[in-house]
């Protein structure tokens, strides 16, 4: 009864085209639809449902790791519709679970609205390229994308190391490998070291979770390959200062010099729900490491990053908050969502109200973080940006507080 049961609720999650299924005692079944939780209308789980459910499609390594340590991770393939990511997890003493659809249709640079310099990037010979974004934000898609496309038109041995597996690849121009962690491969570290021996022209490593397995993929990317891989950090900036804050101090001069030196392009992204039709969209941050960039890095001036990525246009960079207000502007997000996934809350309220729409301003801690922003996105370079003086950043901070209390008083 509890296979037949969770086939049915597999079988909801695919016909409506949901990202994520919730199994939790004391609620029903509940689904992530278009980035928001609806529950089903079923009965509540009770703990046995939720056991019932877990065995029902739990390997048994994963059981006893599960009963060993309180969770577990894996894949499997639901019919010919699609693959799930499980999580499954102790909590109070109960069984939980999240299920997330992995679509078996790879999505195109069109579709997922990719930068034009992604293509670019995929023919490079070398280098890392990093995709970075919050936990749901679409970085597996991203890369599976990426992946595909080399898969269709170059001749290369792609290895992929990952936990668990989530699209399946097939060998097209390329030989494509892909290696589960715990199951293929102890580790993400060992995976990269093992696929040095592999004849590899690409890797693509999961998740950088530890000190070995960056040091492990900037090395990969040194010695002449083509590395793919996650961060769960939020913009480019952001991004390497926590690769180079993860390494000793006395290590973190050489892994400035080596980032600079093998660092592609770093793209940063969040999902959205959209208001102008059923579904999501992907805003963008994006990167691309020119010269001044690099002397950025090697300098250990990350904070003036922001200023080149707004003067590099026609590399197709641009910052989240662009990117984000692009998406209003066009209709296809809403204000609030614009303001939420903003790096800079309060600038970008007051960006959408320098247009003449009405947005509702009633959290005071936007506010605070307009005044503190050394960089407001959009704003003109050297206008305060990370890129002046102190006295420009200290006035821009002054007026852009003043701008806010403004705000704040008209409410």
Not at 26 to 32: D, M, N, S, Y
Not at 170 to 188: M, Y
Request: glycine residues 8%; hydrophobic residues 40%.
């Amino acid at each position: 009864m509890a296979t037949l049961q969770i086939d049915r609720l597999l079988e909801t999650v695919v016909r409506r085209g949901a990202s994520d299924l919730h199994l939790a005692v004391g609620k029903p079944p509940t689904l992530r639809l278009n980035g928001h939780l609806r529950e089903l209308q079923t009965k509540m789980l009770e703990p046995e449902d939720t056991i019932a459910l877990m065995k029902s499609v739990t390997p048994e390594r994963i059981q006893e790791e599960y009963e060993e340590k309180g969770s577990g991770d894996f894949g499997f393939r639901y019919s010919e519709e699609a693959r799930f990511r499980v999580s499954v997890f102790k909590q109070r003493g109960n069984c939980s679970m999240v299920l997330r659809q992995i679509p078996n249709k790879i999505l195109t640079f069109e579709q997922i609205g990719l930068p034009k310099m992604a293509e670019s990037i995929c023919r490079r010979p070398r280098g890392i390229f990093l995709v970075t974004g919050p936990t749901g934000s679409g970085k597996s898609t991203t890369l599976a994308c990426m992946i595909n496309y080399i898969n269709e038109n170059f001749d290369r041995h792609i290895i992929t190391m990952e936990d668990p597996i989530e699209f399946y690849h097939t060998h097209k121009k390329s030989i494509v490998v892909q290696r589960e962690i715990h199951v293929d491969v102890p580790s993400f570290a060992e995976g990269i070291r093992r696929a040095l021996r592999q004849d590899p022209d690409v890797i693509l490593v999961g998740e950088m979770r530890d000190l070995e397995t960056i040091g492990a993929a900037i090395s990969a990317a040194e010695t002449g390959h083509l590395v793919f891989a996650t961060l769960h950090t939020n913009g480019a900036a952001s991004t390497i200062s926590r690769i180079i804050d993860a390494f000793p101090a006395d290590q973190q001069e050489q892994v400035r010099v080596q980032l600079a030196g093998n660092m592609i392009a770093v793209l940063s992204q969040t999902l959205c729900p959209r208001i102008d039709k059923e579904g999501r969209l992907a805003a963008y941050e994006f990167m691309y490491v020119t010269p001044s960039i690099q002397n950025l890095i090697r300098e250990n001036k990350v904070f003036r990053v922001d200023s080149d990525i707004q003067t590099g246009k026609k590399y197709g960079m641009q910052l989240l908050d662009d990117s984000l207000f692009l998406h209003w502007q066009g209709g296809r997000i809403s204000a609030e969502e614009a303001i939420d996934k903003s790096r800079t809350p309060g600038l970008m309220v007051d960006r959408i109200q320098k247009t003449g729409a009405m947005v509702q301003v009633e959290d005071d801690a936007l506010m605070a973080d307009a005044a503190t922003a050394g960089q407001a996105p959009g704003a003109p370079a050297g206008a305060g940006g990370a890129g002046g003086s102190d006295a420009e950043r200290q006035a821009a901070m002054a007026a852009n507080r003043a701008r806010m209390q403004g705000l704040a008083g008209k409410k």
